[in-house]
């Protein structure tokens, strides 16, 4: 009685597991519609199973040589073989129709209010709003004292972030998926939304979510060595909410163009220059390249002492504004503002024993952008 008593009350948990282990049900139709597809498909393969095998099992049993039973000598039989063709072929149209259905209503991005250009690049998403002056990039937060073990991992290890996209809920939110260099895949489990982002090409998806929150995902394509590093997070508010979010990003991104123009007409300081350049190279820069600016020998190039950053001023800032073609080394022109690049610049070429004495100005870098 109390083994009996002690199986009924572990069935919540054991049921608790095992939905872990299933396909997640998402928070919008779509997901809930893909969710059921799939247990409908995997009920009915249960069912064939289960079928197949008793047939098989019973056959054994009931017909064994050791119960006189003797094999039949018939080698083909007309009627088995249409039966064994038909009923498959009924069984495949029938999982087809929902199947094909659900693939439609997915790729309809048709009628959407909110586009979203969803840009990826190693090893950070870029988000474009179509109908509103906002752009940003999406990095991850998670602290490298955590990623190095030095502190205890937190509740959304590697999978937050410091920028993440808001869309509105009870609206329909298209995305536009590429990439600047490999491919990558834009992944929400909750949306059932994975698109490949090709570079090249554009992937469209959708999505209309009914419930306020936070929703995680992370790219899933092999991108490179940080593809790990390489989080999803969206947030998905109320409408007004999201329209009030939508003007103050709207009113940052208009002051932080005007302080742009101001600071070309101003000059900054060495120390100013190597402070800001720090944080930048090690936000941006040190994950290639090192902190101690060495990279890593055969993969990414050293700083430290090379012909470029020491006698090359305009090819350093051309590499670090326009990227390089074919390599790892993408282009920072839509990522740091003017000010930010001057300073890593000057941070590269006056760090670790190099010492030029250069001092890289925001004029510097717009002057060389608008060659």
């Given at each position: 009685?109390r083994l009996?008593?002690?199986?009924?009350?572990?069935i919540?948990?054991?049921?608790s597991?095992?939905s872990?282990?299933?396909?997640?049900?998402?928070?919008?139709e779509?997901?809930?519609?893909?969710y059921?597809?799939?247990?409908?498909?995997f009920?009915?393969c249960?069912?064939?199973?289960i079928?197949?095998?008793?047939?098989?099992?019973?056959s054994?049993?009931v017909h064994?040589?050791s119960?006189?039973?003797?094999?039949a000598?018939?080698?083909?039989?007309?009627?088995?073989?249409?039966?064994?063709?038909v009923i498959?072929f009924?069984?495949?149209?029938?999982?087809?129709?929902?199947?094909?259905?659900?693939?439609f209503?997915?790729?309809?991005?048709?009628e959407?209010e909110?586009?979203?250009l969803?840009?990826?690049?190693?090893?950070k998403w870029?988000y474009?709003?179509?109908?509103?002056d906002v752009?940003?990039?999406?990095?991850?937060?998670?602290?490298?004292?955590?990623?190095n073990n030095r502190?205890?991992?937190g509740?959304?290890?590697l999978l937050?972030?410091?920028?993440?996209?808001v869309?509105?809920?009870?609206?329909?939110v298209r995305f536009l998926?590429?990439?600047?260099?490999?491919?990558?895949?834009?992944?929400v489990?909750?949306f059932a939304?994975?698109?490949?982002?090709n570079?090249g090409?554009?992937n469209?998806?959708?999505?209309?979510v009914?419930?306020?929150?936070i929703?995680r995902g992370?790219c899933?394509e092999?991108c490179g060595?940080?593809?790990?590093?390489?989080?999803?997070?969206?947030?998905?508010?109320?409408p007004?909410e999201?329209?009030?979010w939508?003007?103050?990003?709207?009113?940052?991104?208009k002051?932080?163009a005007?302080?742009e123009?101001?600071?070309?007409?101003?000059?900054?300081s060495?120390?100013?220059?190597?402070e800001?350049?720090?944080?930048?190279?090690l936000?941006?820069?040190?994950?290639?390249?090192?902190p101690?600016?060495?990279?890593?020998?055969?993969?990414?190039?050293?700083l430290?002492?090379?012909?470029?950053?020491l006698?090359d001023?305009?090819?350093?800032?051309?590499?670090?504004?326009n990227?390089k073609?074919?390599t790892?080394m993408?282009?920072?022109?839509?990522?740091?503002?003017?000010?930010?690049?001057?300073a890593v610049?000057?941070?590269?070429?006056n760090a670790?024993?190099?010492?030029?004495?250069?001092?890289?100005q925001a004029?510097?870098v717009?002057?060389f952008l608008?060659?």
């Open positions: 009685m009996i008593t002690a199986l009924i009350a572990s919540p948990f054991a049921a597991a095992q872990q282990l299933n396909l997640t049900q998402g928070v919008t779509i997901s809930q519609r893909v059921d597809l799939h247990m409908t498909i009920y009915i249960c069912v064939i199973g079928i197949v095998f008793g047939v098989m099992f019973v054994m049993i064994r040589k119960k006189g039973h003797k094999p000598t018939f080698h083909e039989n007309v009627k088995v073989e249409i039966l064994w063709t498959p009924l069984i495949l149209v029938g999982m087809a129709i929902p199947a094909t259905k659900t693939l209503a997915m790729e309809d991005a048709s959407a909110v586009t979203v969803v840009t990826g690049s190693q090893w870029h474009k709003y179509f109908e509103h752009e940003f990039f999406s990095l991850l937060a998670t602290r490298q004292d955590q990623i502190l205890d991992k509740e959304n290890y937050e972030v410091d920028r993440p996209l869309i509105p809920t009870d609206t329909k998926v590429t990439s600047d260099d490999v491919i990558h895949s834009w992944w489990p909750d939304v994975k698109k490949d982002a570079p090409f554009i469209e998806a959708w999505t209309k009914d419930e306020p929150g929703y992370q899933a092999l060595k940080d593809h790990g590093f390489m989080p999803v997070v969206v947030i998905a508010k109320e007004a999201y329209q009030a939508i003007s103050e990003q709207e009113a940052i991104a002051q932080a005007e302080e123009q101001r600071l070309l007409s101003m000059s900054m060495k120390d100013e220059l190597m800001l350049g720090e944080r930048v190279y936000g941006s820069c040190a994950a290639c390249h090192q101690s600016g060495e990279g890593i020998p055969g993969v990414f190039p050293s430290k002492g090379t012909e470029m950053v006698n001023q305009a090819g350093h800032i051309n590499i670090v504004v990227g073609a074919g790892a993408q282009a920072f022109s839509n990522q740091l503002s003017l000010r930010e690049l001057a610049i000057t941070y590269e070429r670790w024993g190099n010492d030029t004495g250069d001092l890289i004029a510097d717009n002057e608008n060659q």
